[in-house]
């Protein structure tokens, strides 16, 4: 039998989390509330979690800040929430490692079926699958990606190591090396979803992963924007046996 999974729900309104918990909880997913920064780190350091629910404004260190730190490391996905008209902070949690946002007030049935579509693209355990690369080494414009760890190496860049978002993009990248994909098709391969048509997701996560792959230089040339088109992995992809 398959283990539920655990949701950590990281809110300073205590009717908020506690509300969220209990409705995760009823539809059969085990969760943990914490009211800051320095509780969720106890939570984190004391368990495993599949996924963090993050709400950016908080006393101490704030939302934003969590999410950059955790998306530094070996973290679980984040769903943020955020106040509707803070836009900035939606795309800002995006290019800094989030995947997936909220506004509030917001259903909880939207924000379960949020988590749902994020588990299914990060399986349990906080692995990503890489499909056919899965175990490999994969190399691409003088990179070399390793799909169990998740850094890429270049003789120019060192090692950076990437978030689940950007792993998720990079390999539906790398699968399909200098074919135009739109940002509809980018949405649904990475995410499961629709993009809305003024949803600027994919721009970010592309702008993100380019800082990480190209970082000293201001002209992209290994993930290239197709006018009216979208964006294409222009390099050759070879695979290590």
Do not use: W
Request: contains cysteine; glycine residues 8%.
């Amino acid at each position: 039998m398959t283990e539920a999974p655990h949701i950590l729900v990281v809110d300073d309104h205590r009717q908020i989390r506690e509300s969220v918990t209990r409705y995760l909880q009823k539809n059969g997913m085990r969760a943990t509330a914490a009211r800051d920064a320095v509780e969720m780190d106890a939570q984190l350091a004391g368990g495993h979690f599949d996924l963090v629910v993050l709400d950016v404004m908080m006393p101490g260190e704030d939302g934003l800040s969590v999410c950059r730190r955790l998306s530094a490391g070996d973290a679980p996905p984040i769903i943020l929430l955020t106040a509707l008209g803070q836009e900035s902070d939606r795309i800002a949690g995006l290019e800094i490692g989030a995947d997936d946002y909220l506004g509030k007030p917001f259903n909880p049935r939207e924000l379960l079926a949020r988590i749902r579509a994020v588990l299914r693209r990060a399986p349990a355990g906080g692995e990503v699958h890489a499909g056919a690369f899965a175990g490999k080494r994969i190399r691409f414009a003088g990179l070399v990606l390793d799909t169990d760890s998740h850094v890429v190496e270049g003789s120019e860049m060192g090692a950076v190591t990437l978030t689940t978002a950007d792993f998720r993009l990079l390999v539906v990248l790398l699968e399909r090396p200098r074919r135009v994909l739109s940002r509809d098709q980018l949405m649904d391969l990475t995410s499961g979803r629709a993009a809305g048509p003024l949803d600027r997701t994919i721009d970010n996560q592309i702008s993100r992963l380019r800082r990480k792959l190209e970082p000293h230089d201001l002209a992209p040339r290994i993930i290239t924007t197709v006018r009216n088109g979208g964006y294409c992995l222009a390099a050759d992809v070879e695979v290590d046996a």
